[in-house]
């Protein structure tokens, strides 16, 4: 699994386009107030839209574009990422504002490429991505080579089941993952430790332990931080995190939860007591969710006589094509939503950030056990019920 949460978010970061070239700027340490230069080529006028990104994306001002120049002029409370964008546009200049002198140069349409100067908590934080981050890609990629030329490989040996490896080819693989997993924690942890007291730290620690889960190295980094990067917005959002990682860790009581299910019906977690269920978040859209559905049925088929149930809790917002995945994949358990998508608010109360996500629940409604898939599932469940 972690070698498929780092390709992601390898992926995603270079999508998000941060790699910029960033300088301080000393001279407007004490300013009170923020400016903001723009300069962007091939585009004579038009109007960019300055957006707080952690509010919804609320745009916050807005500047008219003569002869590619904008500017805007402001102050902010205490440092916080924003974006700089072009209407219509779904991707801007991504940075940290603080009240500064900024300059941002950049090109009609790829804006999310551009250099921004001046801002000195943003350039502490991109120089992760610049330098550590770097170190770390050019590791992961070869591994990426290696694990799509044995599965071409082991694709035409027709013993082995499709989309899987030989042992001999998976033991390789899970040994240069754990090592790679191991430089990334340590080259992060550096990073954060390095600069324990800029907004840095505290951001790339909710993006690297709290987006893709490392609760104990989270829990250790979090604790090194300056009281003042602890108060900050987003290391109240991390602290928020791990309060979380902490309610719904292995051997903690469940959350309990109401929602309405596919006829409109109230299912608690609480009618559940008494035998074990997993809490399966999912959605008809994911991909990796709908593969894995065959084999929860598989358990769900051979356990459920002995007390397994499962509890599916969809982050769709379109009701018909919930229903009819569930009927296509041959969900014949109960399953609840509100339809909110992302903002499923069992999804939210457990924490969920990714899908497929579950959670497996003891008949005294405590957590045995999470993120159970493949062959993990049939084993942990087959331990339980002594198959």
Same mark, same amino acid.
């Given at each position: 699994?972690?070698?498929?949460?780092?390709?992601?978010?390898?992926?995603?970061?270079?999508?998000?386009?941060?790699?910029?070239?960033?300088?301080?700027?000393?001279?407007?340490?004490?300013?009170?107030?923020?400016?903001?230069?723009?300069?962007?080529?091939?585009?004579?006028?038009?109007?960019?839209?300055?957006?707080?990104?952690?509010?919804?994306?609320?745009?916050?001002?807005?500047?008219?574009?003569?002869?590619?120049?904008?500017?805007?002029?402001?102050?902010?409370?205490?440092?916080?990422?924003?974006?700089?964008?072009?209407?219509?546009?779904?991707?801007?200049?991504?940075?940290?504002?603080?009240?500064?002198?900024?300059?941002?140069?950049?090109?009609?349409?790829?804006?999310?490429?551009?250099?921004?100067?001046?801002?000195?908590?943003?350039?502490?934080?991109?120089?992760?991505?610049?330098?550590?981050?770097?170190?770390?890609?050019?590791?992961?990629?070869?591994?990426?080579?290696? *694990?799509?030329?044995?599965?071409?490989? /082991?694709?035409?040996? &027709? !013993?082995?089941? #499709? %989309? =899987?490896?030989?042992?001999?080819?998976?033991?390789?693989?899970?040994?240069?993952?754990?090592?790679?997993?191991?430089?990334?924690?340590?080259?992060?942890?550096?990073?954060?430790?390095?600069?324990?007291?800029?907004?840095?730290?505290?951001?790339?620690?909710?993006?690297?332990?709290?987006?893709?889960?490392?609760?104990?190295?989270?829990?250790?980094?979090?604790?090194?931080?300056?009281?003042?990067?602890?108060?900050?917005?987003?290391?109240?959002?991390?602290?928020?995190?791990?309060?979380?990682?902490?309610?719904?860790?292995?051997?903690?009581?469940?959350?309990?939860? *109401?929602?309405?299910?596919?006829?409109? /019906?109230?299912?608690? &977690? !609480?009618?559940? #007591? %008494? =035998?074990?269920?997993?809490?399966?978040?999912?959605?008809?859209?994911?991909?990796?969710?709908?593969?894995?559905?065959?084999?929860?049925?598989?358990?769900?088929?051979?356990?459920?006589?002995?007390?397994?149930?499962?509890?599916?809790?969809?982050?769709?917002?379109?009701?018909?094509?919930?229903?009819?995945?569930?009927?296509?994949?041959?969900?014949?358990?109960?399953?609840?939503?509100?339809?909110?998508?992302?903002?499923?608010?069992?999804?939210?109360?457990?924490?969920?950030?990714?899908?497929?996500?579950?959670?497996?629940?003891?008949?005294?409604?405590?957590?045995?056990?999470?993120?159970?898939?493949?062959?993990?599932?049939?084993?942990?469940?087959?331990?339980?019920? =002594?198959?």
């Amino acid at each position: 699994m972690k070698k498929i949460i780092l390709k992601i978010s390898i992926l995603a970061f270079v999508m998000f386009g941060v790699l910029t070239s960033c300088k301080d700027n000393p001279k407007m340490k004490d300013a009170l107030s923020y400016t903001i230069d723009g300069n962007i080529d091939s585009l004579p006028k038009g109007m960019v839209y300055l957006i707080k990104i952690d509010e919804d994306q609320k745009i916050v001002d807005s500047s008219i574009v003569n002869q590619g120049k904008f500017q805007f002029q402001g102050q902010v409370n205490e440092p916080l990422l924003y974006r700089i964008k072009e209407k219509d546009k779904q991707y801007g200049a991504t940075f940290i504002l603080d009240n500064e002198i900024i300059t941002i140069k950049g090109k009609r349409d790829s804006l999310y490429l551009a250099e921004v100067k001046g801002a000195t908590q943003d350039s502490i934080y991109k120089s992760f991505y610049k330098n550590d981050f770097t170190k770390i890609q050019k590791v992961a990629f070869p591994i990426y080579q290696l *694990s799509d030329s044995l599965h071409k490989i /082991d694709a035409l040996d &027709l !013993s082995i089941e #499709k %989309g =899987k490896l030989s042992k001999e080819h998976q033991a390789i693989l899970d040994e240069k993952w754990k090592n790679l997993d191991t430089l990334s924690i340590k080259l992060t942890s550096e990073y954060i430790s390095k600069n324990a007291d800029a907004l840095g730290a505290v951001l790339v620690l909710n993006e690297r332990f709290i987006t893709y889960p490392n609760p104990e190295t989270a829990k250790k980094l979090y604790k090194i931080l300056t009281p003042e990067m602890k108060q900050s917005f987003y290391g109240k959002k991390v602290k928020a995190s791990l309060d979380l990682f902490e309610r719904t860790a292995v051997g903690s009581v469940a959350p309990e939860f *109401s929602q309405t299910d596919t006829n409109g /019906d109230i299912v608690n &977690l !609480s009618d559940y #007591k %008494g =035998k074990y269920v997993l809490i399966d978040f999912w959605a008809s859209w994911c991909g990796p969710c709908r593969k894995e559905n065959p084999n929860v049925v598989l358990a769900y088929n051979k356990y459920h006589e002995k007390g397994f149930n499962v509890l599916g809790i969809s982050l769709d917002d379109k009701k018909d094509r919930w229903l009819k995945a569930i009927e296509n994949d041959g969900l014949i358990w109960s399953h609840v939503s509100d339809l909110k998508g992302w903002g499923n608010e069992v999804a939210t109360m457990y924490g969920v950030k990714a899908v497929p996500t579950n959670y497996l629940i003891g008949p005294d409604g405590k957590i045995v056990a999470k993120d159970l898939r493949e062959e993990n599932l049939q084993t942990k469940l087959s331990e339980i019920f =002594k198959d």
